[in-house]
């Protein structure tokens, strides 16, 4: 009989008799179940108890080696009222309590390095910033004016930057009362609050935008000449790679020329600009008179 099959049934029964459970083993074949072995079916609990400990070397622990009980009769009591079963779980208990002893005492456990992560805080994007203007467009003569709006509202009669645009003109040998296109609302942007398009109201798509609206009045009337008062009207109304130094010429089209000025507001501010501007008025006027 193989010696550790039969040590390990013993263990086996005796820890089910620990826990209160009833052992039952086979006596015979049982039909349509996995065969027996014979050694199981002349199972003698007394018998195996002492074979198992004359054939077993004894542990080096001062704990005796456990002695199985009988599975046909009930469990043997000791002196002191306990089972042979509940004496070789404690047994046992014990052997394995002197076993984490040792095993703490001898190697006390390393403490392990672990890594911390590095979290790499990544840099919140940029808000992206819209340029945001109002200008008005107006037209005296033969000439188109898209002038900046420094406060955000069209012109009213008596706004001081209107009675200087009016002299403007009247120097210029022009009408002095020039007719407000678009029924007088500025142009302004960016003209999309919310909606997938809000995002695409850069500079690009404003200049885009004011340059159309330009080539289309421009071409609903003969125009011969774009004034652009202010930095927006300047900056919106020519083509990016254009040189706009103020008092000078960029081209908005064929035989339609842009004359960049300083805003009705500077000149207002710096009076060194109006001989500037009248110099540069003279060598043109003879494009739209």
Known sequence: MNTALLEHETHRQAILQAMGLEVWLPRQQLP??????????DWDSA????????????????????????????????NNGKTQAQIQMEQVRQVLQQAQSAARTAAPPQPVAVDTPVVIEQPAP??????????????????????????GEPFQARDPEYLLLKDILRAAGLNDAPSMLR?????????????????????EQARTFVRELLLHESSQQQCVMLWLMGSNAVTYANREDDEAEE????????????WNLP?????????????????????????WL
């Open 47 to 78: 018998a195996s108890s002492m074979a198992v400990a004359t054939a077993s070397t004894p542990a080096p622990t001062p704990v005796s080696a456990p002695v199985a009980p009988s599975q046909s009769a009930p469990a043997a009591t000791s």
């Open 126 to 151: 940029a808000a992206v910033v819209f340029p945001r203007f109002s200008l008005q467009l107006l037209r005296s003569g033969n000439c188109l004016l898209l002038v900046d709006l420094p406060m």
């Open 183 to 203: 029924n007088g609302e500025a142009i302004r942007w960016p003209i999309l609050s919310k909606g997938n398009l809000a995002q695409e109201q850069g500079a």
């Open 247 to 258: 008092f000078s010429l960029t081209p908005l089209q064929e035989q339609v020329q842009c």
């Open 32 to 41: 349509h179940a996995a065969p027996t072995p014979d050694w199981l079916l």
């Open 263 to 287: 805003s009705l507001e500077s000149i207002m501010r710096q009076p060194q600009l109006k001989p500037q501007l009248w110099r540069s008025m003279q060598k043109l006027m003879s494009r």
